[in-house]
């Protein structure tokens, strides 16, 4: 297991030692609780990757698609509101963890069982107001 300890100054370049860390791998699974952090640090990512989009938690829709500066597609998943795997798989969330693109997803935990093996999981935790722990689980 990895860990990052992030400020909010340093936010960027976490983003970018986080991207560095997880390589080739994309599916990622950002667990912590309401207010951890999980959508900042999205949003951080996406940044680095050049994402112009205004990234935003997917909470009613779901699902968001971003466009990278690579022009790569980058999903954006939150499963807060999903009460029923049927809901994900309607979604057809296969063919987007084995598009080979970038797959960010937070509550992931309400989709546990449809998680593949590779999955990277991610826990953010509030280490003070403005400091965050990340911890990777390659």
């Not at 909010?8 to 994309?26: C, P, V, W, Y």
């Not at 050049?50 to 968001?64: H, L, Y």
């Not at 798989?89 to 987007?96: Q, V």
């Not at 970038?102 to 999955?119: N, S, V």
Request: hydrophobic fraction near 40%; proline fraction near 3%.
């Amino acid at each position: 297991m990895r860990e990052i300890i992030c400020t909010k100054s340093g936010i960027l370049n976490a983003a970018a030692q986080f991207l560095e860390i997880i390589g080739d791998h994309t599916i990622i699974a950002f667990q912590g609780h309401l207010g951890a952090g999980k959508t900042t640090f999205i949003k951080a990512i996406c940044d680095t990757l050049g994402v112009e989009d205004n990234v935003c938690s997917p909470t009613f829709t779901i699902i968001n698609e971003y466009r990278a500066a690579s022009g790569d597609s980058v999903f954006h998943f939150d499963f807060y509101r999903v009460e029923k795997l049927q809901e994900a798989l309607d979604l057809g969330l296969e063919e987007y963890f084995y598009s080979g693109c970038l797959c960010l997803m937070e509550w992931p935990e309400r989709i546990g069982q449809l998680l593949p093996e590779e999955t990277v999981r991610v826990q953010i935790d509030p280490v003070d107001e403005n400091t965050r722990s990340i911890k990777i689980d390659l």
